[in-house]
């Protein structure tokens, strides 16, 4: 049985689907004429599944896509096939295929109707959620964008049989990130069923991404417009952006390593028992996921400048989300040194 959440925000509403079938897609469509939006993976394993709909434009896959250029490219097909205001746009496919199709509908005439159907594990809890769509400008992540709520997220768990094992751990990473900050009690769930959720086990996702869902959406809900509790979302994410641009790592890699040294950081200040450090190392491994790496030296410079770039843009202090325990995050202000010290002890040289 699919679940539904309506999330009701500022910039729209939108209902979420979890567990539903492609097949009944239509039921949502309302006899629109659709055009869709995907990328050469997704369209290369699932075409049959959605020639049949409309009209499809392919994108390129991999991040490197998410450019202005593309969005341009895309606006003259959609004028080539004649769309128009009442057409509705589908973007079928990871982040990158939704943070596009987002941001285009959202301005080709100043705005069409649009909806998701998420086909990697990362798109299903997060990339999808929330409403922000946009692309990068100049190698800056996700610059130029809006908030904008699509009319539905149709979550069909069969598209993550075909994701290879990375693509699934990326999508791991961030739920464990949600449980993490709020909820202790899908930790517990994801320390006991490690081995069913990586199994993809159909009941088990359906419980673990519809509480992921849910803490997204309750925390964007009070926050749409990323002022200050979304900031949560960003556990892990600070030192992990930094860890992207130094190393050829995945980003859900990334993110294990910056929990790790946010709960590292979280012990040091007295905010976190280290027993419970420790259980978000074991869970981090349990999802194959890395909780240390070998840093060289040269490197290590690169890791420390975009922190220390952070640093410069609030003065002396840098925001870094840390944990109380397993369940309970909270924002606080850090020294540049502090960071430092956390960053040097993770990484061995
Ligand atoms: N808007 C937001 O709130 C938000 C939040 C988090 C991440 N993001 C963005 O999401 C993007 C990352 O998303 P992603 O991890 O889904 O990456 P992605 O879209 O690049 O997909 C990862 C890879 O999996 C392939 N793929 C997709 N579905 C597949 C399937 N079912 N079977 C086999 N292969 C499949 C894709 O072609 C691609 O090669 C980033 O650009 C990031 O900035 C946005
Ligand atoms: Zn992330």
């Known amino acids: 049985m699919s679940q539904k959440i309506d999330f009701c925000g ?21 006899g629109q004429e659709i055009i869709i939006i995907t990328d050469d993976n997704v369209n290369r394993l699932y075409s049959q599944l959605f020639t049949p709909a409309g009209d499809v434009i392919i994108l390129q896959s991999g991040e490197g896509t998410k450019t202005l250029l593309t969005v341009e490219s895309i606006y003259r097909q959609l004028l080539r096939v004649s769309a128009d205001r009442s057409t ?84 791991f990473s961030e739920i464990i990130k949600c449980a993490a900050i709020t909820s202790r009690d899908l930790f517990e769930l994801l320390e006991k069923e490690s081995e069913r959720a990586l199994r993809l086990d159909n009941d088990l996702l359906r419980r673990i991404v519809d509480e992921t869902v849910r803490i997204k959406t309750a925390i ?27 190393y050829r790592i995945t980003h859900g890699e990334a993110v294990s390593l910056g929990m790790i040294l946010a709960a590292n950081l979280s012990v040091k200040k007295n905010m976190l028992a280290e027993a419970e450090a420790s259980r978000i190392r074991k869970l981090l491994q349990k999802f194959n996921l890395p909780i240390s790496m070998k840093v060289d030296c040269d490197k ?50």
């Open 10 to 30: 500022e910039t729209g509403r939108c209902q979420i689907l979890i567990d539903e079938s492609m097949s009944q897609l239509s039921a949502y469509l309302a």
């Open 88 to 171: 509705f746009i589908l973007g079928i496919g990871g982040g990158v295929v939704s943070d596009i199709t987002g941001f285009v509908a959202s301005t080709f005439m100043r705005g069409l109707r649009f909806g998701f159907v998420p086909t990697t594990l990362l798109a299903q809890v997060d990339a999808a959620i929330g409403g922000k769509n946009g692309v990068n400008l100049d190698g800056y992540k996700n610059m130029i964008g809006v908030v904008n709520q699509p009319d539905f997220v149709l979550i069909d768990f069969s598209f993550l049989k075909t994701l290879p094992a990375k693509e699934l751990v990326n999508g």
């Open 220 to 246: 964007v809900s009070l926050d749409e417009k990323d002022m200050g509790q979304r900031k949560k979302l960003n556990f892990g994410h600070t030192f992990a952006h930094a860890l992207e641009k130094a």
């Open 300 to 349: 290590r410079d690169r890791i420390v400048e975009p922190v220390r770039q952070d640093k410069k843009k609030s003065g002396q202090m840098i925001d870094f989300v840390l944990l109380k325990s397993i369940g309970e995050a909270s924002v606080e202000r850090l020294s540049f040194s502090e960071v430092e010290e956390a960053i040097d002890d993770l990484c061995e040289s």
